[in-house]
């Protein structure tokens, strides 16, 4: 299967090793806009892949070149940060995978882009879906296939604590690793810290369950340090931040119907994922450990593209996969 890459941070070229090991990819356009990349082939920038793929610059010059052909995209996690990359790939006629948080159900925060994106792609025939293991997957797609086994589904709680003590410098940096509650405080202020991606995983799971979402809580805390904590990026000191712990309530009128809640954090007592179903019969959940994010949020995408082009025309969501889920009324 050929397909293109747009992005080749650490994510994208963990995603171009691991094609190369599942074999059945080529991938045949590479795309990133760092000019010390600019020119070179995969085989030199990704450690141990085959392909002589040049990286462009020049996202148009690399699509005339491969029409149709399914993109990966590994950019940004803003939607309105990504709406000229995905506006030029769909004008273009490519199914598009993005792991872009915001695009995971866009609907309701950006309803005007939501709209542009899947006018042009139902125009040009091709299908759009953003995706990942969070959004995408733990805390969304996972709880609403549990809940295919529940009748009068109540309420859904997911809980996601992820150990960030050996995770990549991003995410490290992401957490809040190292600052002052109060440097902390301003940054989610500006919504500069917390997790893209937990309300769109809040929506996108009462949109699965037929559930009509009035109203978002969300709010976003440090986890401090107690002891000193030293890691490959950062030595965090105690009383200074050392991760997050975000939530997200939806409510249905004045009953709270989805609660969310991810710590992620540099010391995690008991990291997993755990899904908690109130219905008839109640349902809990518990990976030991939890899903790792990284590798998750590779295999997911290559996943989704082997089947992207299976999809109806239009702007999707993971909800719309043909899997089973309770719905109201149904």
């Given amino acids: 299967m050929d397909v293109m890459v747009v992005g080749l941070g650490p994510i994208g070229q963990r995603a171009i090793q691991h094609m190369h090991r599942m074999g059945g990819f080529r991938v045949v356009g590479a795309v990133d806009i760092n000019p010390e990349l600019a020119g070179r082939s995969l085989r030199e920038v990704v450690k141990g892949v085959p392909w002589d793929t040049p990286v462009q610059q020049d996202l148009e010059a690399v699509l005339s070149a491969h029409p149709g052909t399914p993109v990966l995209v590994y950019t940004r996690s803003h939607l309105p940060e990504v709406m000229?990359?995905?506006t030029t790939l769909i004008q273009h006629g490519h199914p598009v995978v993005s792991t872009t948080e915001e695009l995971a159900d866009p609907w309701t925060r950006y309803p005007r882009e939501s709209r542009q994106l899947d006018e042009l792609a139902r125009a040009k025939g091709v299908a759009v879906l953003g995706t990942g293991v969070n959004p995408g997957f733990a805390m969304d797609f996972l709880p609403g296939i549990l809940t295919?086994?529940?009748h009068e589904l109540e309420h859904i709680a997911v809980y996601r604590h992820q150990e960030a003590f050996h995770r990549r410098y991003p995410l490290q940096k992401k957490i809040g690793s190292g600052l002052t509650v109060a440097e902390f405080e301003e940054k989610w202020a500006r919504r500069e810290m917390g997790h893209v991606g937990l309300v769109e995983s809040a929506y996108l799971l009462g949109r699965m369950m037929g559930w009509k979402v009035d109203r978002i809580e969300e709010d976003c805390r440090p986890v401090l340090a107690e002891e000193d904590i030293q890691t490959a990026y950062f030595h965090v000191r105690p009383g200074q931040v050392q991760g997050i712990l975000h939530t997200v309530r939806a409510y249905e009128g004045d009953r709270e119907r989805v609660y969310l809640e991810l710590q992620m954090a540099l010391r995690v007592p008991d990291p997993r994922d755990e899904v908690v179903l109130?219905?008839?019969?109640?349902?809990?959940m518990v990976i030991p450990g939890g899903i790792p994010g990284d590798p998750a949020t590779v295999n997911i995408s290559l996943g989704m593209i082997r089947v992207i082009q299976e999809?109806?025309?239009?702007?999707?969501?993971m909800g719309d996969l043909p899997v089973p889920h309770y719905r109201r009324g149904s």
């Fill in 84 to 86: 000229d990359t995905l």
């Fill in 148 to 150: 295919a086994v529940v």
């Fill in 278 to 284: 109130k219905g008839e019969p109640p349902l809990r």
């Fill in 311 to 317: 999809l109806p025309p239009g702007l999707r969501t």
